[in-house]
């Protein structure tokens, strides 16, 4: 069972350059989210989904884009790279109708754009 | 606005050394607060949950604590394996989606 899987883990870009971070999650969740992590910040929510083929702005969504297609899987884009991107990005995913509220992570993308 | 602040920033320990890590919040009604540890280069992973005011958790040597106003952590004879970041988050309001964290205690504890 892997749970919420995040690809790449790693990842340099120059500025103006794009990518497409993945997540995949193999528990039937409903939610999934992307949020990244500074230091002294705490975790920041990007953007998020309810179910398959919506998504929502979060805290920090400015520079990103989001889709989910299927259920299992959440993209994360940057279509034009910039330094203040370079973070840490996490994806979770939450069960919903059980009362429990409980978010599940990846291990992370570690991105640094030069 | 959700309000949560984790303090100290950190905390260093001798083994065996009990302490607490101090969560406040400041919400308008609240769903349950979470406590999870983060490894280094890791993502955080769930230890609690917490829904009404003077629960308690309990999970080897973390004990997890629910006031109207704050959340405490304490660790009772850590050993070093209990080195992590702790993170604090709640969850508020009509909504059942959105967490909001806390910028966490990066507890060292020392052989």
């Known amino acids: 069972n892997a749970g919420v899987t995040q690809t790449p883990k790693f990842r340099v870009l120059k500025t103006g350059q794009s990518m497409t971070l993945l997540c995949a999650q193999d528990?039937?969740?409903?939610?999934m989210y992307w949020y990244r992590q500074d230091p002294g910040m705490g975790l920041r929510l990007i953007h998020y989904?309810?179910?398959?083929?919506?998504?929502a702005k979060g805290e920090v969504p400015d520079g990103y884009n989001v889709s989910r297609l299927k259920k299992q899987n959440f993209l994360l884009g940057l279509e034009s790279a910039a330094p203040s991107q370079t973070s840490v990005y996490f994806c979770?995913?939450?069960?919903?109708?059980?009362?429990?509220?409980?978010?599940?992570f990846g291990a992370g993308t570690r991105l640094s754009v030069l | 606005e959700d309000q949560v602040t984790q303090s100290p920033e950190a905390l260093r320990l001798q083994e065996g050394e009990s302490s607490s890590l101090n969560c406040s919040y400041t919400?308008?009604?609240?769903?349950?607060l979470f406590w999870y540890r983060q490894d280094p280069g890791k993502g955080p992973e769930f230890l609690f949950t917490l829904y009404s005011a003077g629960e308690e958790k309990e999970k080897e040597r973390l004990k997890a604590t629910l006031t109207k106003k704050e959340s405490f952590l304490h660790i009772t004879a850590p050993k070093p394996e209990d080195s992590a970041t702790y993170l604090c988050?709640?969850?508020?309001?009509?909504?059942?989606?959105?967490?909001?964290f806390g910028a966490g205690t990066t507890v060292t504890v020392r052989a």
């Open positions: 988050a709640v969850q508020a309001g009509t909504n059942d989606y959105k967490l909001s």
């Open positions: 919400v308008s009604g609240l769903r349950g």
């Open positions: 979770a995913s939450q069960v919903t109708g059980t009362g429990r509220y409980i978010q599940y």
């Open positions: 528990m039937n969740h409903e939610y």
């Open positions: 989904s309810v179910g398959e083929g919506t998504t």
